[in-house]
């Protein structure tokens, strides 16, 4: 059973800039989620994809979005990055529909530092 | 709204010592699942336990125990006889039982546990 992965490890990027950041959900899920933590804090819900529609979100600007692709990966895209974006973002897989629905399986993170 | 706290930061103790992390919940819902994760300092988040909100019988899980008590809301955690490798930040976190079916996770500050030899 292949775990969730995420790509990049770690980026660097400047104030203003635009990234993405990609997860591949764990084999046999169909919901991914994402979540922000900030340095020294527990993690923050972003947003969730199911059926390649957002799912829900949390308190986040529209400058973070997202897409969930067929094969049920996905990629957070950020805007106009600001210095407090710089955190560790977190993907998260889990199978709706069923009795565990709702545990959720985390990747290694990617760490953005914005400068 | 739901929320979770974690009131100690760090906890320092010496191996085979045993710990307890405390865990404190808030939410409006009778249906719920409560979680602990491991963080070690490779970031990713290891899943240890969920508990849904109408078992509250306890558990344990070799070296580790959880006890869930509604009346406080609490769920707390035990690891008996420390080992450096429990070095770790540990989470507790809320899940509430969604109309829409997503579900989402609270999380608590965090507490980070430091095992010395």
């Known amino acids: 059973e292949t775990g969730v992965t995420q790509s990049p490890t770690h980026l660097i990027k400047t104030r203003g800039q635009q990234v993405t950041l990609r997860c591949s959900s764990q084999s046999g899920h169909n919901t991914v989620s994402w979540y922000q933590q900030a340095l020294g804090q527990g993690p923050q819900f972003i947003f969730q994809?199911?059926?390649?529609?957002?799912?829900g979100r949390g308190n986040f600007p529209p400058r973070f979005s997202g897409l969930q692709f067929p094969n049920y990966s996905s990629e957070l895209n950020v805007n106009a990055l600001e210095l407090d974006d710089s955190a560790l973002y977190l993907c998260a897989s889990s199978m709706a529909g069923t009795s565990r629905s709702y545990e959720q399986y985390f990747g290694p993170g990617t760490r953005l530092t914005v400068t | 709204a739901q929320k979770v706290t974690q009131a100690q930061t760090e906890i320092s103790v010496v191996e085979k010592e045993d710990v307890t992390l405390d865990c404190v919940y808030e939410t409006r819902d009778t249906t719920y699942y409560l979680f602990w994760y491991k963080q070690p300092p490779s970031g990713e988040l290891v899943f240890l336990i969920r508990?849904?909100?109408?078992?509250?019988q306890n558990e344990i899980s070799g070296r580790y125990s959880w006890n869930f008590q509604k009346s406080t809301s609490s769920f707390n955690f035990t690891i008996t006889a420390s080992q450096v490798v429990d070095s770790a930040v540990y989470f507790c976190a809320l899940s509430e039982a969604q109309i829409t079916g997503y579900s989402t996770l609270t999380f608590g500050k965090g507490t980070m546990l430091l095992v010395s030899p």
């Open positions: 994809y199911y059926r390649e529609e957002e799912n």
């Open positions: 508990r849904n909100s109408f078992d509250e």
